[in-house]
C-alpha cells in the first residue's frame, strides 16, 4: 500500500496551485513499531514520472526535517502557495507557507504530530 493511501500515515500536502491540485508535492510520515524509526515519503508533484523519494529516520532526525522543511517553505523566494497537514485522528490543518515562520505555528505542529521515538498511529 502507498503512503499516501495510508490512513495511518501523517500527510502533507504542499500547495502549488489552488485551482490544480495535481501539482502538489506530497509528503508521507510513517512510524514502522518494528524498527523504531520513521519513513517519510516524497512526491513532487511536477515531476511528470511520479518519481517517489524515500528517507529513513529516527525521532530526533525527523524534528529537524520538520522543523527545517517549515522554516524552509516559509522563506521561500518562489513560495508554495499552503500548505495542508492530515493527521490522523484530527481535523485537515491549512495554513499559508508564509505563517509557517510564526514561532507558535511551528511549536504548535511539532507537537500536535506524533513524532517522537515510540509513537504508534
Same mark, same amino acid.
Given at each position: &500500500?502507498?503512503?499516501?493511501? /495510508?490512513?495511518?500515515?501523517?500527510?502533507?500536502?504542499? %500547495?502549488?496551485?489552488?485551482d490544480?491540485?495535481? #501539482?502538489?508535492?506530497? %509528503?508521507?510520515?510513517?512510524? *514502522?513499531? &518494528?524498527?523504531? !524509526?520513521?519513513?517519510? #515519503?516524497?512526491? *513532487?508533484?511536477?515531476?511528470?514520472?511520479a518519481?517517489?523519494? #524515500? @528517507?529513513? &529516520?529516527?525521532?530526533n532526525? @525527523?524534528?529537524?526535517?520538520?522543523?527545517? @522543511?517549515?522554516?524552509?517553505?516559509?522563506? /521561500? /523566494? *518562489? $513560495?508554495?502557495?499552503?500548505?495542508?497537514?492530515? %493527521? $490522523?485522528?484530527? $481535523?485537515?490543518?491549512?495554513?499559508?507557507?508564509?505563517?509557517?515562520?510564526?514561532? !507558535?505555528?511551528? /511549536?504548535?505542529?511539532?507537537?500536535? &504530530?506524533?513524532?517522537?521515538?515510540?509513537?504508534?498511529?
Open positions: &500500500m502507498s503512503a499516501f493511501k /495510508d490512513n495511518c500515515a501523517i500527510q502533507i500536502r504542499v %500547495i502549488r496551485n489552488i490544480n491540485s495535481n #501539482t502538489d508535492d506530497k %509528503i508521507a510520515i510513517k512510524y *514502522d513499531e &518494528m524498527e523504531d !524509526n520513521y519513513t517519510v #515519503t516524497y512526491l *513532487d508533484g511536477t515531476l511528470k514520472s518519481t517517489i523519494q #524515500t @528517507l529513513t &529516520m529516527d525521532g532526525n @525527523l524534528d529537524q526535517y520538520l522543523k527545517s @522543511l517549515f522554516t524552509l517553505l516559509s522563506l /521561500d /523566494d *518562489d $513560495p508554495f502557495h499552503n500548505i495542508q497537514f492530515n %493527521i $490522523p485522528a484530527m $481535523p485537515c490543518i491549512l495554513y499559508k507557507t508564509s505563517d509557517l515562520a510564526k514561532k !507558535n505555528i511551528i /511549536d504548535a505542529l511539532m507537537t500536535i &504530530m506524533p513524532i517522537t521515538n515510540g509513537a504508534t498511529y
